[in-house]
């Protein structure tokens, strides 16, 4: 347990669903960022959160859809997600000088 | 866009040997952290150099920093299977946290018995 909790696991669904991935921290930290990890690449910042406010998103497509209620929770909703869109999403945390706390990841498959 | 490449993609060592392991930018990074993943699991920092030329270690694990902040090394002496896992670098492109890291793609290690 690194403190930064994802739910759920794993995740199966079709393109015409719709789902959302969450992550919650208690840890005390103001920025809260989500990533995808694909296989052999290097991951790839999707959005970033200070303050519940957002101040990055890395050209994501408009399919995934983040919300930050709280400092504590970030969701990503997900609809009419391609087979292309199947990796690892990552949740991480972070406060200055502290380095980032990641949570375990979603393995998300879209078929 | 800052671009970290890491070398080699692949290591497999066994138990009791050493192993080093490269991270390379053309860019200056205010800091550089290096963490571990295991299967089914987050990134896990390992470590956060800040400063060129800065050497810390954390057991068998040496990190060093590159003089001019752009490169970065991991040595492992004496491999033991428990350090088998994906180590990515990762440079930060401001002095606090609250900018984006940029990642390597990985260097997937395997260390057997």
């Known amino acids: 347990e690194t403190g930064v909790t994802q739910t759920p696991r794993h995740l199966v669904m079709g393109m015409t669903n719709k789902k959302s991935l969450k992550c919650e921290q208690h840890l005390g930290h103001n920025a809260m960022y989500w990533y995808k990890q694909s296989a052999k690449k290097p991951l790839e910042l999707m959005f970033v959160y200070n303050f519940k406010e957002q101040t990055e998103n890395n050209s994501v497509p408009s399919r995934f859809s983040p919300e930050c209620p709280n400092s504590s929770h970030l969701f990503l909703h997900l609809h009419t997600l391609q087979p292309e869109d199947s990796a690892l999403y990552l949740c991480?945390?972070?406060?200055?000088?502290?380095?980032?706390?990641f949570g375990s990841g979603t393995r998300l498959t879209v078929v | 866009t800052q671009l970290l490449e890491q070398s080699p993609q692949f290591l497999s060592i066994q138990e009791g040997e050493n192993l080093t392991v490269y991270c390379n930018s053309s860019s200056v990074f205010s800091s550089l952290q290096w963490y571990r993943q295991e299967p089914g699991e987050g990134p896990v920092l390992l470590v956060t150099v800040v400063t060129g030329g800065e050497v810390k270690k954390l057991k068998r694990l040496t990190f060093q920093f590159g003089d001019a902040r752009k490169d970065s090394s991991l040595h492992i002496t004496a491999a033991q299977p428990g350090d088998t896992g994906l180590y990515l670098c990762?440079?930060?492109?401001?002095?606090?946290?609250?900018?984006?890291?940029?990642f390597g793609a990985g260097t997937q290690v395997v260390v057997t018995p």
């Open positions: 990762a440079g930060a492109e401001r002095d606090d946290s609250w900018g984006k890291l940029q």
């Open positions: 991480a945390s972070s406060q200055p000088g502290l380095g980032y706390t």
